[in-house]
C-alpha cells in the first residue's frame, strides 16, 4: 500500500475528543459531516485473531489494521525512538491494552520510519494519539498523559466504538496461551534511575515528584535532553492539574490582562494541538509586557519548545519572532 484510502487519509474534521485530556469533561461533539460510519458497518461481537495485540503499523500494512477496526477499535499511537516521553507514554499504551484483555489493538507507528502515516495522522509532535474505528479517525491527544487520564479517554473511545456497533474482542495467541496458566513474555526497555522514578510519579498523577527527579537528572547531567524534554512536559501537565478546559477559557476570556492566565491557556491550546494558536497568543501578548512580563513569556515559550521538541518544524519560525520582539 502506498497511499491511505480516503477514509483515514486525512484527521482534519475527525471527531476531536481533545476535551478528554481533563477528567471530567464531556466528549466534543463530531464535526458535521464527520461522524464515522452508522452502526451497521461494524462486524457482528465476536472474537477477533490477531497475531499480538500490539502491533507495529507501518505505511505497508495500515490497510490491514483499518479493516480491522471495523470489528475492534484501534488505538493509533505515534512516537519516535529519539523522543523519551513518546516511548515512555509507549509503555503505558501498551500495559493498558493489555489489561483491557482485548478491547483495543495498539498500533504503535514509529513515525521516522513511516512518514506516509505520520503525514496523515499529522504527527508533527510526539508522542500524538489517535483512534479508528470503522476506518475513520479519531484524534484523541498530543503529548504525555497520566495513566488515569488516558484510560478515561480510552473509556470515551469503547463508547464512541460501541454506537458504531464496533464491539468485538481482540485475542492473541499470548492472551491465549495465558488464559491456559502459560505466562505471556512481557520486555520492557529500562529507563534511567530518574528517569523511572519521575515517570513512575507521572503515573501516580505525582507531578511535583516527577519534576523534583527530572531536574535531579539534569543537575547529574546537564546534556540529558531526555530530562529536560521530560521537565518541560511534566511541568505543563502541573500547570494544568485540576483544572478544567472551560475554567482555564473563561479565566483567560475574563481576564485579558492577567499573565497567568493568558500563559495557562496558551498552555492548554498547545496540550490540545493548537500548537501555532498557542505561540501566537504568547507572542501577541509580548510587546505591551514590562520587563518582568516579557521574561516569563520568553521562557514559557522556551519551555514549550521542548515540550513539542526542537526539531518541531514550528520551533524555528517561532525562535525567530521571539528573537525579533527581543532585539
Avoid at 500547570?239 to 498552555?267: C, E, F, H, M, Y
Amino acid at each position: 500500500m502506498t497511499n491511505l484510502p480516503p477514509s483515514g487519509s486525512n484527521l482534519r474534521g475527525a471527531v476531536d475528543l481533545s476535551s478528554l485530556v481533563n477528567r471530567g469533561q464531556a466528549a466534543a461533539p463530531a464535526t458535521p459531516g464527520a461522524a464515522a460510519a452508522p452502526a451497521a458497518a461494524g462486524a457482528p461481537a465476536g472474537v477477533v485473531p490477531v497475531p499480538s495485540l500490539v502491533l507495529d503499523g507501518t505505511d505497508a500494512n495500515f490497510g490491514e489494521l483499518l479493516e480491522l477496526s471495523s470489528r475492534v477499535p484501534v488505538i493509533v499511537g505515534l512516537w519516535a525512538s529519539r523522543s523519551e516521553p513518546s516511548t515512555a507514554l509507549m509503555t503505558v499504551l501498551e500495559k493498558l491494552i493489555t489489561d483491557l484483555a482485548g478491547r483495543f489493538v495498539l498500533a504503535r507507528v514509529d513515525i521516522d520510519a513511516n512518514p506516509q502515516l505520520a503525514q496523515a495522522f499529522q504527527a508533527q509532535s510526539v508522542p500524538t494519539v489517535a483512534a479508528v474505528i470503522t476506518g475513520q479517525p479519531v484524534q484523541l491527544f498530543n503529548g504525555p498523559l497520566a495513566e488515569e487520564q488516558i484510560s478515561d479517554v480510552l473509556g470515551r473511545v469503547l463508547e464512541l466504538a460501541a454506537q458504531q456497533g464496533v464491539t468485538g474482542t481482540a485475542e492473541a495467541p499470548a492472551a491465549a496461551a495465558a488464559a491456559d496458566g502459560e505466562p505471556a513474555e512481557v520486555v520492557e526497555e529500562p529507563l534511567p534511575p530518574h528517569h523511572l522514578e519521575a515517570y513512575a510519579a507521572i503515573e501516580a498523577g505525582d507531578y511535583a515528584t516527577a519534576q523534583s527527579e527530572y531536574r535531579t537528572a539534569i543537575a547529574q547531567n546537564p546534556n540529558d535532553t531526555m530530562a529536560v524534554a521530560g521537565l518541560a512536559q511534566v511541568s505543563l501537565l502541573a500547570r494544568l492539574q485540576g483544572k478544567t478546559i472551560d475554567q482555564i477559557r473563561n479565566g483567560a476570556a475574563s481576564s485579558p490582562d492577567d499573565l497567568d492566565a493568558q500563559l495557562l491557556v496558551a498552555d492548554l491550546d498547545l496540550s490540545g494541538g493548537h500548537i501555532e494558536d498557542a505561540f501566537d497568543r504568547l507572542l501577541s501578548l509580548f510587546p505591551a509586557q514590562p520587563a518582568p512580563g516579557r521574561n516569563a513569556i520568553r521562557e514559557r515559550i522556551l519551555e514549550l519548545f521542548e515540550v513539542i521538541g526542537q526539531d518541531d518544524p514550528r520551533v524555528p519560525p517561532t525562535r525567530s519572532r521571539l528573537t525579533a520582539l527581543l532585539y
